[in-house]
């Protein structure tokens, strides 16, 4: 009990799940323990043991640094000597220490360390505020266990292999963890794997069962086990090993593992053994080393100063030349033309007898003299302007979040003027286009379509298409929601609940013509959900923790309507609801039987429940692709018009779910119950889908009762964002972990996905493929996935050809994770890219980390445009790294998206701004102030050319030492810079409404 809060935690959810808690058993992958790649050995509860001093893992710290304070000086050196300009300074400086030089040496070379030393600052400034970072993350606090039963807090960074820790709700796991025990009896946890997956509904883990029990601090003294596993690797979803505790061996799983920075939500605490830790663990084993970026003006900068240099040999070759031809004819019968010179006791740098090689040492002193051409103060003008151009981006308020208090910040300075330049953004969705915010906004109860929110969808949809007959509606319906929502009797904003209709609320529901079909639908959403209720002491409100955000919306709505869910047993569900009869609210308990809880394949849940009346219910809620087709003849009455209203819903953007249900008869249930229990408890291979296979007879016969409209909130601005970056010839990509019906209807409500347009839609979801599967021939399936994709790419390809002629329609391309992976195979990701490219969207779904990377660096190394990547959480990390500008977004979870972009905004919406006024500016002054110097340099490099043709080529300059050295430096520095910073061709108003 914690912050005044009673929740239920002595509950054996193993028993009511019916998938995910499972008997593991050694087969499969366990025989490869010990062998190459699971060789980890880890002693429980002796970290400082000898063995874990002769295996030497990496201790838990983390950096996300460029340098380190050993690397600094070497690796800061490299990336300013790569700079060709720079590296031929240096090489000028070492010749002004010989008598070649026209000027003095110091002066050739303060210069240059000024400029060096200035940007090596720079960078190391900006490196350090990484490294703060970093200790923020290492310093972070976890309960240890120090010995004798006794738990101490101590720093991420002092964890090690082999040690207890103990997680409390809410916390972020240090290190990979194998899950020991729980607040639960049996072991469960629920994870949240925002930060590494992108996913906000929970995962269910388990720890074995030998270990529940240690779930007490005073349990651990005299626990021992040795866990052999695998070695690091980057797959997420995989875990292979065993433990011997007791004398005893048992398999070990995915189930039992706990990833670095995911989240423990919905449990009091966990303990657990540190397995993986700093970057061993499996998050920053997808992650990859801080690239050096540079832009592509600084690229193609390099080139006009190789076109210079050029120049620069040329006129230093002529000079030399005519200096030689000069140099020889200086004594002529013995008169000297040039006497200045005493040609007649000269060294051999005049020496006419010498002429040639006079000639050619001149012409290193010429190099030297006309260096003025490539201008040394450059690169470190730019450095200046970038992070002067930074300090703008950071202080704009137009792109500062005021509820989260967190401005935009440009972590690094080098890719301003890139922002100006994007062609292609691959974004993330879950945090970044979404707010991870579900609210039931509408539902279709007995063929009756109830709310009146209008949606994003469709108030954009309003916007674009200019229709005046849709444009009142959807005004009349803003103004009817508006009254409902100003009335007095209304209440404060609800975090999940967005649904207006004076029919239903307020107890209103009772005088519809079918009260009895909206009971039945608000209490099947009151009781199928597997969400644990917790009440506040105090003011007896009711807050419920899910699994996913879509499950806690319809409790949230029961509640809000009258059926409100407030405590769950180990066997019974109890709520208070409306009794239509007394029209008093009345209490009512529901003996809990059976959760089947969902998954992708099955695409539904049901719980099995008896009332107070001894009446066996199944209540069912699904994906209408699965739920239409289990219905009973008797029970499709409200079919046509729940199917009307569901399209109609899809087109608002909105995720639904079919509400069903069916009466059940104790034998019928019994026979049910005893084939079930069997299968539960098999230890068999195929033991999931004999559930799956029980469940299903059980699922049919079903009565349609209605459907839900839940939509998954944007970021405010979203929409009109993507459509203004369109408007800007800027593609949007939407990488994703989320499933195919997801994303999509993500992409209309962001429109990213328009009315009209045709999907081009690749997935390895067909017979052929799911028969091969069965079977288990790896090798087959990977030959028929192979084929399937490349034919449906060129399906899409033929496609596109076929519609370039008369009508132009525009095309979006979806494809889910499995085909990716072959489509980013080298003999196919060309045809990929190809097809990609014509396609106005497109949208990857169930992306994973490595899979976004690597389409980030198809596109572009394939198109050899600007990449733009957006993303907030771990996941996206590589996807980052590997863009030409990383884009994260500092949201309300985590940071590692954040710590390793390029520029940080706290809603995406900013990202107009960056680009089209940001990013507009910076390029325009970049190119203007690099035109400039080249300009001012070329001209006063020809002054001193000019001066040489008078003075015979003598290497001599025609003006002071100092001013020579200062004027790129100093003298002539700050209109080109203040030209970089504060030139505006247009105002911030007119590049949003023009770009």
């Known amino acids: 009990m914690r912050g005044g809060k009673r929740s239920m935690i002595k509950l054996k959810f193993s028993k009511i799940y019916s998938f995910a808690c499972g008997k593991t058993t050694f087969q499969r992958d366990h025989s490869r323990i010990g062998g190459h790649g699971h060789s980890r050995v880890v002693v429980c509860n002796e970290a400082d043991r000898f063995e874990g001093g002769v295996l030497s893992y990496v201790d838990n710290s983390v950096r996300s640094t460029k340098y380190t304070v050993a690397t600094f000086l070497p690796k800061s050196l490299f990336e300013q000597f790569r700079r060709v300009a720079n590296f031929y300074f240096l090489v000028a400086g070492i010749l002004a220490f010989t008598k070649l030089t026209p000027y003095t040496a110091v002066s050739a070379i303060l210069p240059l360390s000024i400029i060096i030393g200035a940007t090596m600052v720079k960078e190391g400034i900006e490196d350090w505020r990484r490294k703060k970072q970093d200790i923020e993350v290492n310093n972070r606090r976890v309960i240890l266990h120090k010995g004798d039963g006794v738990f101490e807090y101590t720093e991420w960074k002092n964890l090690k292999v082999g040690n207890i820790v103990k997680i409390m709700k809410d916390e972020f796991f240090p290190a990979d963890l194998l899950l020991l025990s729980s607040s639960y009896e049996d072991a469960v946890c629920y994870v949240e794997t925002m930060n590494l997956d992108g996913e906000t509904n929970l995962k269910l883990k388990q720890g074995l069962e030998a270990t529940s029990s240690l779930h007490e601090d005073f349990k651990f003294p005299d626990f021992r086990a040795v866990i052999k596993c695998e070695d690091p690797n980057a797959n997420l979803y995989s875990f292979v090993g065993s433990m011997e505790f007791g004398e005893q061996k048992y398999p070990l799983s995915a189930q039992q593992l706990l990833l670095r920075d995911s989240k423990l939500r919905n449990t009091d605490y966990v303990f657990g053994a540190v397995i993986f830790t700093g970057h061993d663990t499996k998050v920053i084993q997808n992650s990859t080393d801080p690239p050096s970026k540079r832009s592509k003006i600084e690229k193609k900068m390099d080139k006009i100063i190789y076109f210079l240099f050029c120049v620069l040999f040329l006129i230093a070759f002529v000079g030399s030349i005519l200096f030689g031809i000069s140099t020889k004819r200086d004594l002529d019968n013995g008169l000297m033309k040039r006497w200045y010179l005493r040609p007649d ?27 003025f051409f490539i201008p040394i103060s450059l690169y470190f003008s730019i450095e200046i302007v970038k992070v002067l151009q930074s300090i703008f981006i950071n202080r704009d308020i137009h792109m500062y979040y005021e509820e989260a208090d967190k401005p935009a910040r440009a972590r690094t300075s080098n890719l301003n003027e890139e922002l100006g330049q994007v062609d292609t953004i691959l974004s993330d969705k879950t945090g970044t286009l979404t707010c991870n915010s579900m609210e039931f906004i509408k539902c279709s109860v007995a063929g009756v379509a109830y709310g009146r929110g ?54 209103n529901w009772v005088n519809e013509p079918h009260a009895d079909v909206i009971q039945k639908f608000f209490r099947l959403l009151a009781i199928c959900h597997t969400a644990i209720p917790e009440v506040d002491e105090e003011t007896g409100n009711v807050s419920y923790e899910a699994e996913s955000p879509d499950e806690a919306a319809f409790v949230i709505a029961s509640r809000e309507v009258g059926f409100k869910f407030y405590k769950r047993t180990q066997t019974c569900l109890s709520m208070y609801e409306l009794d239509p009869v007394s029209g008093n609210e009345v209490e009512r308990t529901y003996k809990l039987l059976n959760v089947l809880e969902f998954n992708s394949s099955r695409k539904r849940m049901s719980v099995i429940v008896k ?13 209408d692709s699965v739920m239409f087709e289990r219905l009973a003849e008797n029970g499709r009455r409200f079919e046509e018009k ?43 291979a195929d033991r999931e889908t004999l559930i799956e296979e029980v469940s299903d007879k059980m699922e049919r016969n079903l009565i349609l009762l209605g459907a839900t409209a839940v939509e998954d909130k944007l970021q405010n601005g979203v929409p009109d964002c ?22 999509i209807n993500i992409g209309f409500s962001c429109c990213l996905l328009r009315q009209g347009m045709k999907q081009i839609i690749i997935h390895l979801e067909i017979p052929e493929i799911q028969a091969l599967e069965k079977v288990g021939d790896k090798r087959a399936i990977a030959k028929a996935s192979r084929e399937s994709v490349h034919h449906q790419i060129s399906e899409g390809a033929q496609l596109l050809s076929a519609s370039r002629g008369a009508c132009q329609q525009t095309f979006a391309l979806i494809i889910d994770g499995k085909s990716l992976t072959y489509a980013l195979e080298d003999n ?63 949201g309300v979870e985590g940071m590692q998206a954040v710590m390793s972009s390029d520029i940080a905004i706290a809603q995406f919406r900013y990202l107009e ?43 001599q300059p025609a003006y002071n030492d100092w001013f020579l050295s200062l004027y790129s430096v100093f003298f002539s520095s700050l209109p080109v810079i203040a030209l970089g910073v504060l030139d505006q061709d247009v105002s911030a108003r007119y590049c949003l409404k023009v770009s």
């Open 345 to 371: 006791s000269s060294t051999i740098f005049f020496d006419p007898k010498r002429a040639a090689a006079a000639a050619i040492f001149h012409s290193l002193t010429a190099l030297m003299l006309y260096n």
């Open 722 to 743: 993507i459509d203004k970056l369109a408007q800007a010839k800027i593609k949007v990509w939407v990488l994703t972990g989320d499933k195919m019906e997801t994303a």
């Open 454 to 507: 209008v949606t994003e969808v469709e108030q954009a949809s309003g916007r674009s298409n200019g229709s005046p007959i849709l444009h009142e509606h959807i005004n009349r319906l803003e103004s009817k929601s508006n009254e409902i929502r100003d009335s007095p009797d209304r209440k404060e904003p609800i975090k999940g609940f967005n649904f207006t209709d004076e029919r239903i609320m307020n107890g």
């Open 828 to 890: 196919m990701k060309n045809m990929f890219l190809e097809l990609a490219s014509h396609c106005a969207s497109v949208i990857c779904c169930r992306s994973s980390p490595k899979q976004k990377a690597l389409v980030t660096r198809l596109v572009k190394s394939g198109t050899g445009k600007t990449t733009l990547a957006i993303g907030d959480g771990a996941n996206d990390v590589g996807m980052l790294q590997e863009a030409d500008v990383g884009i994260g977004i500092s």
């Open 642 to 684: 729940t199917l009307e209203h569901v399209r109609e819903y899809a087109d608002a953007g909105l995720r639904t779910l079919i509400l069903a249900y069916r009466e059940l008869d104790e034998e019928e249930y019994k026979q049910f119950d005893d084939k079930f229990s069997e299968v539960k408890n098999s230890v068999a």
């Open 913 to 955: 701004r960056l680009l089209l006024v940001h990013g507009h500016w910076c390029y325009r002054r970049m190119s203007s102030m690099i035109c400039y110097f080249f300009y001012k340099n070329i001209t006063f490099g020809f002054t001193l050319f000019l001066y040489e043709v008078y003075a015979s080529f003598s290497g």
């Open 611 to 623: 009332d107070e009346g001894g009446i066996i219910f199944l209540l069912c809620k699904g994906a």
